[in-house]
């Protein structure tokens, strides 16, 4: 079945330090994003690639690094230098036809800060 | 940025009955897309209408779309216990890649 993976499902982090969150696409798409939620909001855009080996900040990716060296995987590491990691992460891929695709979402990644 | 914004915050009705949410943008859009969110979970695309689009149906699902008063309604009709969850409207700018989302309605059907 084709789909995205978001793994792990729950993490804890320290503060001051870094962790990497997961997420692999087998469906092909060209673009990958990554989202915040955090309770009772919307979602706000982090990162986004439109292709490999390219990306693009969103509206809060301050405290926030990626990388897109494959197609199929969009990591994101949530750096020290985020202060209020803690929320819902999400990550979505869509084919870059803006006009005729919805997004497919992952399952999410729950960050807390311990 | 959000760009859209759902109404009401919250909704509750019975089994059986037809749900209606709104939502409204603020700039000129390509297409506008609604999604479902299920508790902790993931988000599901329910459907997409574009900008030249005025109504759209899948199943108990009807989309309006009025890009004078840039607004959308979701009606779900016939509504089911599992239809509970919380939706989302979305939409992509013109001239935009990015899809930005309102902070959605959250939706109870009481059995």
């Known amino acids: 079945d084709g789909g995205i993976t978001q793994s792990p499902k729950y993490l804890f982090r320290k503060e001051g330090q870094n962790v990497t969150l997961s997420c692999e696409q087998n469906?092909?798409?060209?673009?990958m994003y990554w989202y915040r939620q955090d309770p009772g909001q919307g979602l706000r855009l982090i990162y986004y690639?439109?292709?490999?080996?390219?990306?693009q900040k969103g509206d809060i990716a301050e405290g926030y690094s990626v990388s897109r060296e494959k197609k199929e995987s969009f990591p994101l590491t949530v750096t020290s230098a985020q202060k209020n990691p803690t929320a819902f992460y999400l990550c979505?891929?869509?084919?870059?036809?803006?006009?005729?695709?919805?997004?497919?979402f992952g399952s999410g990644t729950r960050l807390t800060v311990v | 940025s959000q760009q859209g914004e759902e109404d009401p915050q919250a909704l509750s009705i019975q089994e059986g009955e037809n749900a209606t949410m709104n939502c409204s943008y603020k700039?000129?859009?390509?297409?506008l897309q609604w999604y479902r969110q299920n508790s902790g979970r993931g988000l599901v695309h329910l459907i997409l209408?574009?900008?030249?689009?005025r109504e759209k149906h899948s199943g108990r699902l009807r989309v309006t779309l009025d890009t004078s008063k840039k607004s959308s309604s979701l009606l779900i009709t016939a509504s089911r216990a599992a239809d509970t969850a919380s939706y989302f409207c979305?939409?992509?700018?013109?001239?935009?890649?990015?899809?930005?989302f309102g902070k959605g309605t959250k939706l109870s059907v009481i059995p």
């Open positions: 979505a891929s869509s084919g870059t036809d803006r006009g005729n695709y919805g997004y497919t």
């Open positions: 700039t000129s859009i390509n297409n």
């Open positions: 209408i574009r900008s030249n689009e």
């Open positions: 979305a939409s992509i700018g013109a001239g935009s890649y990015q899809l930005t």
């Open positions: 469906l092909n798409h060209d673009a």
């Open positions: 690639s439109q292709i490999v080996n390219d990306f």
